[in-house]
Structures are given as C-alpha cells and as structure tokens.
C-alpha cells in the first residue's frame, strides 16, 4: 500500500519545481495553477528573490504548486495511494490527492490561507527544540507563558525535534529554560509569524467561512489530520481539523505511527529492499498491507523527519525515487 506525505511552507528554496518543468504532465499541472492564481507563482520560484519567496504569502502557493505537479507526475506512471497526509499547508494537498478538493479548489483555499495568515496583526516567532521530549518543551512553554505572551507547542515533528511557537519575549523565556535543561540546539526558523498558535486566532474566523465555503467530496481514501494524527474518511471531521489546524498543534508524530504502527519485533515501517511494517487500519483490511512512503513535493525535509521516527520515506525530489518505488512495489 502506498502513503503520500506532502511537504508544507518551510521547504521552499529558489529554484523549486524546476526539475518538474521537464516533464510535460507536471509542467502542465504548474501552468494551470499559475493560471489560477492571482499572481502566477512558477517566475517567484524559478527566480526568486528568496525574501520574497519564503513570505507567507508566497511560501505556502509555492510549496503546494511543486506537491501538486509531483503528484501529477505519480499519476501519470498509475500509483494512487493509499492513505494520505500533509505537514501543516501541506494538508490542502492531501485533500486534493484524496479527492475531497478539486485542482481549482485546492489552489483557491491556499491563497486564501496564505493572505489570511500573512494578515495577522500579532507579531510572533518559532523555534525548533531539538533533543527534548515534547512533554518536557509543553512544561516549559506552560512556564514561560504570561498574559499576553503566549508560546506553545505548534509541530511535534519527530522524537526529539518540537517546534514551538509563540511570542518573541516568550520564546526567549522558553529558549533559556530548554538551553539550562541541556536542549541539544535551539534554531530560529525564518517564518513569518507564530504559525499553530493561539496568536493565529486572528484568521480563524474568515479561514472557517472559506473552508465551510469550499465544494468538497467525500474522500476516496482515508486521511491522517494534522491536529488529531489518526486516519479518516469522515469528511465533517476533515472539515473541522482544517481549520482546527490554523491555531492546532501539527502532531506528525502520531501521524508517523498511524501510517506505519512499530510491528511487535519492534522495526517501524519501512519501504524498498527491507522488510515493511503495516500500514494503518483504514477499515478494509489495509492494516495487514506492507506499506511504502512517498513524500510529494520538491523536498526531502519529511522523508528526514521520518527517518527520525523510525519510518524509511522515498522522496519524489530524489531522481531515483519512481525506479525504487516501482521495485517497492513490484516486491
């Protein structure tokens, strides 16, 4: 059984999607989003400049522009997954490979996250905590918190690897009782706000009309929800937790383990040339189905998270990915 894991804003990079461009099935999908949108996205891309292009506002179409036309690609050689998730923005995508949104009103709701996103008055930070357990960064994000400067967990990315999001003076708070506590790094990333916080609250209500809004289908396939981390086809609850998401913790974790359980001799899943875990139950038997990870989109950033959760991801960035994917399944 197949798992598409679609990448979210913070792996862009200039020159996304060129490998894309060549071919003609993927070139295409990019066109059409471009067409879609109100400003094409593909010259931003290419070009850059990087300031420009890791702006919210930009960030999240360029991501899901390269998601979509890799998918595109996998459609084209026949795969169709199995089971579906995305990190954060990424998550529209996944709707899209399930076939709740259509090319049309997956593109739509992007841009209309992204400007709402990038419209939020609150001035805000993340950071990434590595070498803690993310039971230890919420009590020290419960610590650090004060009336109106709040800071919490926003992404559980991987054993070891929380991101935390928040105000700027609380963030430094927090930094200094992780780095007295022997946290291994404590990085900065390069957004533009506190992303899966209670400082996205703004957004909340016009992001919930444009999402009650959307024409949606019911899934064909299950999909893992950032904010719960367990596999669904309820399309009131997929409804819900996309917007839920906005100010909702990213729990990739459980993710992770919802889409390859540790079998009882104790190796997560796996894909080709090793022995493959299970996949998650689905309600169809597909428990049973050794299970093969894709991450679609121009990136590698989710196959390394997986690698740290014990999970082996093929990456659609990799050029050699369609040739191991192919014997993966072929086994």
């Known amino acids: 059984m197949l798992c598409y894991l679609f990448p979210g804003q913070g792996t862009v990079r200039v020159g996304m999607?060129?490998?894309?461009?060549r071919g003609q099935a993927a070139r295409r999908c990019l066109d059409q989003?471009?067409?879609?949108?109100?400003?094409?996205?593909?010259?931003?891309?290419a070009r850059g400049p990087l300031d420009a292009l890791v702006a919210?506002?930009?960030?999240?179409?360029?991501?899901?522009a390269c998601n979509l036309a890799a998918l595109t690609v996998l459609a084209e050689e026949g795969y169709e997954p199995a089971v579906v998730a995305g990190h954060s923005v990424g998550e529209l995508s996944a709707l899209h490979a399930a076939g709740v949104l259509d090319?049309?009103?997956?593109?739509?709701?992007?841009?209309v996250r992204a400007r709402l996103?990038?419209?939020?008055?609150?001035?805000g930070g993340m950071r990434a905590v590595m070498g803690l357990p993310v039971e230890q960064v919420e009590l020290f994000a419960a610590e650090a918190s004060e009336p109106g400067e709040p800071v919490v967990v926003g992404l559980e990315n991987a054993p070891g690897h929380v991101v935390v999001s928040g105000s700027p003076p609380a963030l430094d708070r927090l930094a200094k009782l992780a780095a007295d506590a022997g946290?291994?790094?404590?990085?900065?990333?390069q957004v533009g706000d506190a992303f899966h916080s209670p400082?996205?609250?703004?957004?909340?209500?016009?992001?919930?009309?444009?999402?009650?809004a959307a024409p949606m289908r019911e899934p064909r396939v299950p999909v893992i929800p950032n904010v719960t981390g367990e596999p669904t086809?309820?399309?009131?609850?997929?409804?819900h937790a996309l917007v839920a998401q906005l100010t909702g913790r990213v729990r990739w974790t459980r993710t992770m383990e919802a889409i390859a359980p540790v079998p009882p001799d104790g190796e997560a899943g796996t894909v080709s040339g090793a022995e493959p875990g299970t996949g998650p139950d689905t309600g169809s038997g597909a428990a049973s189905e050794p299970v093969s990870v894709v991450e679609v989109g121009d990136s590698k950033v989710l196959a390394g998270l997986a690698r740290r959760a014990g999970v082996r991801c093929l990456s659609m960035a990799d050029p050699t990915t369609l040739r191991r994917l192919a014997k993966a399944v072929a086994a």
Do not use: F, N, Y
């Open 183 to 189: 946290a291994g790094k404590i990085v900065p990333l």
């Open 56 to 64: 919210t506002e930009h960030a999240q179409i360029a991501v899901t």
């Open 233 to 239: 086809t309820d399309l009131a609850v997929l409804r």
């Open 199 to 212: 400082l996205m609250a703004g957004a909340e209500r016009a992001w919930a009309a444009a999402v009650a």
């Open 103 to 111: 090319l049309a009103g997956t593109v739509r709701l992007v841009e």
């Open 33 to 45: 989003v471009d067409a879609l949108l109100t400003r094409p996205i593909s010259p931003l891309c």
């Open 117 to 123: 996103m990038a419209g939020v008055a609150a001035s």
């Open 17 to 21: 999607g060129a490998w894309l461009r």
